[in-house]
C-alpha cells in the first residue's frame, strides 16, 4: 500500500476508534479489507488518486476475490469496509460521490442459528456435575450466566463486581460500541453471585473483575471457550459448542415461549429490529414441528 493511501486510511481507522467506538478487531479487519483493496490498486492500476477511483476499479478487485474462493459473507464483509470507507469520505468533503453507489452485494443464504434443547439445557444444570471447588463454581455460573442473560463472551470476562446491582436485581452490560444496557436477574442467579463475590479468592490490586480463576486473575476467553464446550458436549451433539450458542438459546428459548420480540432485542444489545428477527424463524419451525404431530392432516 502507497503512503499516500496509507495517510487517508489513517483519519478513518481513528474516526471508527474514537467516534463510532468500534471494537479492536473490527477495525483491524477493516483495516485489512482497505489495505488488500489498496494494494490491489497499487499492483494493477498504478495506485489511482481517490477521486479517480470508480466502481470498475472496486468490481475488478472483487471479481478477483470471487475467483479465488471467498465465500458471499466475506465479500460482504469487503464491501461493508469500502462503503463505510468512502461514505466518511463525503462526510468529510474529500470526495463528492462515492463510487459505492452500483456496487451490489452478494446475496448470502441465511442460516437459522443453532441452539440447545430447553430439555438438554435443565440437564446440564440439573444432573452434570461440576467440581466442588472454586474452579467449578466458576464454571457452572459462567454457564448459567451465559444462558440466563445472553450475554457475549466479550461481555462477560470484562464484567466487574460494580457492575452487578443486587439492589435492582441487575447488571450492566458494556457490549459493541461501548453501549451499556440492563440485563435482568433472578432471584437464584443473583444470590448465586453475591456469594460467589462474597467468597472469591483474595483481590490482586488494580483487578476488580466479577469472574476469576482460583488465583484472583480475570478469566481468559480462551479458557472460557474451552470449558463451555466441554459441558455442552456432555448433553447435547450440537456441531457448534461455544458460548455465543447458549447466547442463540437464550434468544431461541425467549422466543419459543412467547417473549415479545423488541424485548429481545433490547436484551441481546442488538442495534437493529432486523438482527433479532432471524431467532422468529427458529419459532416458526417448532410450530410447524407442533404442527405436524398434532394436526390429523399432516
Known amino acids: 500500500m502507497s503512503d499516500a493511501y496509507a495517510a487517508i486510511l489513517q483519519p478513518f481507522l481513528d474516526h ?17 479489507d482497505l489495505a488488500q483493496f489498496f494494494a490491489y490498486l497499487s499492483s494493477q492500476f498504478d495506485a489511482p488518486p481517490l477521486e479517480s477511483i470508480t466502481a470498475m476499479y472496486i468490481r475488478s478487485w472483487l471479481a478477483e476475490m470471487k475467483e479465488e ?14 462503503k463505510s470507507f468512502f461514505k466518511y ?24 442459528p443453532a441452539f440447545v434443547a430447553e430439555v438438554d439445557m435443565e440437564t446440564l444444570f440439573a444432573h452434570i456435575e461440576f467440581p466442588d471447588n472454586w474452579k ?26 460494580s457492575q452487578l446491582d443486587p439492589s435492582l436485581k441487575q447488571l450492566k452490560v458494556v457490549g459493541k460500541g461501548n453501549k451499556e444496557r440492563l440485563l435482568p436477574l433472578g432471584p437464584a442467579l443473583l444470590q448465586q453471585l453475591q456469594e460467589y463475590v462474597a467468597i472469591r479468592p ?11 480463576n482460583e488465583n484472583g486473575k480475570p478469566l481468559q476467553p480462551r479458557m472460557v471457550y474451552t470449558f463451555v ?3 455442552l458436549s456432555l ?38 429490529l432486523a438482527a433479532t428477527q432471524v431467532y422468529t424463524h427458529n419459532t416458526i419451525e417448532k410450530l410447524k414441528e407442533v404442527f405436524k404431530k398434532a394436526h390429523p392432516k399432516a
Open 16 to 32: 471508527l476508534k474514537f467516534e463510532k467506538r468500534y471494537a479492536q478487531h473490527t477495525i483491524i479487519a477493516y483495516q485489512n
Open 69 to 82: 474462493g471467498l465465500t458471499a459473507k466475506s465479500l460482504n464483509r469487503k464491501i461493508s469496509a469500502l
Open 89 to 112: 469520505q463525503l462526510k468529510t468533503g474529500v470526495l463528492a460521490t462515492s463510487p459505492m453507489a452500483t456496487i451490489v452485494t452478494p446475496k448470502v443464504r441465511k442460516r437459522l
Open 136 to 161: 467449578g463454581h466458576t464454571q457452572k455460573l459462567v454457564l448459567q450466566l451465559f444462558y440466563s442473560t445472553g450475554m457475549r463472551l466479550s461481555e462477560l470476562v470484562q464484567l466487574k463486581t
Open 202 to 212: 483474595t483481590k490482586l490490586p488494580g483487578i476488580d473483575n466479577l469472574f476469576t
Open 229 to 231: 464446550k466441554h459441558y
Open 235 to 272: 448433553v447435547t451433539t450440537l456441531q457448534q459448542k461455544s458460548p455465543h450458542i447458549l447466547r442463540h438459546s437464550f434468544a431461541t428459548h425467549l422466543m419459543n415461549n412467547g417473549a415479545d420480540l423488541n424485548a429481545v432485542k433490547e436484551l441481546l444489545g442488538h442495534s437493529s
